[in-house]
Structures are given as C-alpha cells and as structure tokens.
C-alpha cells in the first residue's frame, strides 16, 4: 500500500470513528425518556457532564496550567455548560423537530467561523452538504403543525453556534504537549459541570430520587454517551478540518430518529426514510475530495503552557 493510500484510509477510520460521536449522542433522547427522571433537563446535563470529567481527570492525572485554565473554561463552556441549558430550553420551549433542525444548523456556523478563525477555505461541496443535510434533517423531523417560539427559537440558534464555536476553536487551540483526549475531555466535562451545578440548583433544586433505572441511564450517558463520545469527538477534531467534523454533527437527529424506530416502535413515513437517505447522502459528500496531507495535533511548547500532573 502506497503512502498516499495509507494515509487515506487511516483519515477514512478517523472519520468514522469519530462519527462514532454523534451517532451515540442520537440515544440521549431515548435514554431520556425510557429511564431518566422526567422535567429535569439541567440535573441530567449535569450528570452527563460533572461526574464524567472527574472520573477523566482521575484516570489521566492532567489539570490544565497557564493558558489553558481559561481555554478549558472557554471550552467547556461552548461545548458544554452553555450547550446543554440553550439545548434543553429549546426543547421544551419548541416541538422536538423545530429544535433538531435548529441544532442541524450547527455545520453551517461553524463553516463560517472556520473561515474566520482557522483560514479554512469553504468549499462549495461543504456548503452544499450543509445545506442539503440540513433539508434532509428537516423532513426527518419537522411537522406541519409546528410551532414556533421566539425565545425557543433564538435558544436554538444560539445553541448550535456555541457548539460550532466549540469545534473551531477546539481545531485552532490544539492541546498542549503530552496532553491527550482524555485529558482535554475530562478539562471540559469538568468546566461545563461546574457551571452547570449551580444554575440546576437554583432553577431545579434538590436532586430526585433515583431508582435502578434512572442510576443505569445516568451512569450510560455518563460514560458511553460523554465520556467516550465526546473523547472520540476531540480527538477527530485534532486529526480532521474542523468543517468535515462539524458535517458529522447532522447524524445525531437521524441516529434519535432510527433509535426511536428500532427501539421505541415510532413510525417512519416514507418521507422521513427519504429525509435519513438525504441527509445521510449529504454527510458523505461532504466528506468528498480526498484525505487532506496529515495534519499533527497543535502542541504548546512545554514552556509556555505545560499540564500539570495531580
């Protein structure tokens, strides 16, 4: 095997194993509904979140320094403790597809802010793929009696610009030498928890009783749907442009929507199976052109900004 074809199908398995992402991130609304506590949006970011980064910075023994204080403060908060609450207000505020489309925008933001903040050129077969996935999402999820919400909608858009913002920034900042996805996964689960503790406190206040279930669910989204998913995130956001990751983000609704039919028994009409089918199609168009020359991950020269071990 050539080395041009080598390093094709190793950006081939980055891909999909970054696709692993979104795909599992597909089964929080599943996981929501069948076994967690209803009406506690912020206690379940919460969980998904705080307890994850501890155990992350546990196993890997890596706190950020210098720099990288606020930049995981930065980060974990765009990817996760101001993701979550804009997320889950748009959810309640709008019907569920209304909110899934405005989350399907998130590709297109962060094509635009890839070009301002990275220098990445937007070509036309992303911006195409963007735009014909987010159509495709539309007809998996949208119905015609769907209601629209100001402060629902503006919750949405928000949301899906933080995490664009996230994966720029994410793609331009790097990670410091000798630092992992682990490390920098647990940095940012551990910020974005901590935000959240105190806003679910306040505006939901004492945990609920938890049962078998509820402890099974947490303990899937914590550890399957966070700390894994999000590792395999950050570590294809150091690999690949941070606009062929950002397309990846459209296969989470079509992932809730199969997980609800396969699992959930919800029906799917043929327009919805042409929605997946289109959505799906502009998903791997985007990703179209050739694997680009490897691209090592931005390490910070132990002087500036070295991790400190615990």
């Not at 609450?85 to 297109?108: C, S």
């Not at 077969?125 to 014909?132: D, F, L, M, N, P």
């Not at 939901?204 to 550890?223: K, V």
């Not at 039919?261 to 997946?276: F, M, R, T």
Request: without cysteine; charged residues 10%.
């Amino acid at each position: 095997m050539t080395t041009a074809r080598a390093g094709a199908a190793s950006y081939t398995g980055t891909l999909a194993l970054t696709a692993l992402a979104p795909l599992v991130w597909g089964s929080t609304y599943a996981i929501t509904t069948e076994f967690l506590p209803p009406d506690r949006p912020l206690f379940t970011a919460l969980m998904r979140a705080l307890p994850a980064g501890l155990l992350l910075l546990a196993i890997t023994r890596v706190l950020p320094r210098g720099e990288w204080l606020w930049r995981a403060g930065v980060l974990g908060a765009l990817n996760i403790g101001a993701f979550f609450p804009l997320l889950f207000l748009a959810a309640y505020r709008l019907p569920g597809g209304v909110a899934a489309v405005l989350g399907a925008a998130q590709p297109l933001f962060a094509l635009g802010l890839a070009v301002l903040l990275l220098g990445e050129r937007p070509t036309t077969r992303k911006v195409s793929a963007g735009v014909i996935g987010l159509f495709g999402v539309s007809l998996v999820v949208l119905r015609a009696t769907a209601a629209l919400d100001t402060v629902g909608v503006i919750a949405g858009l928000l949301g899906a610009v933080s995490m664009g913002a996230g994966v720029v920034l994410t793609k331009r900042w790097g990670r410091p030498e000798g630092v992992g996805p682990l490390a920098m996964t647990g940095w940012q689960l551990a910020a974005g928890g901590l935000m959240l503790l105190p806003l679910a406190l306040l505006v939901e206040g004492a945990p609920p009783a938890l049962d078998a279930e509820a402890i099974g669910g947490y303990l899937y989204l914590g550890l399957l749907g966070t700390a894994a998913a999000y590792a395999l995130w950050f570590r294809g956001l150091s690999r690949v442009p941070a606009s062929s990751a950002a397309l990846l983000g459209l296969l989470s609704p079509l992932s809730a929507a199969i997980i609800g039919w396969v699992a959930l028994g919800q029906a799917l009409s043929p327009i919805q199976v042409l929605g997946i089918a289109i959505a799906l199609g502009a998903t791997l168009f985007g990703q179209l052109g050739g694997a680009p020359k490897p691209v090592a991950p931005q390490l910070i020269p132990p002087a500036a900004t070295p991790a400190r071990a615990l």
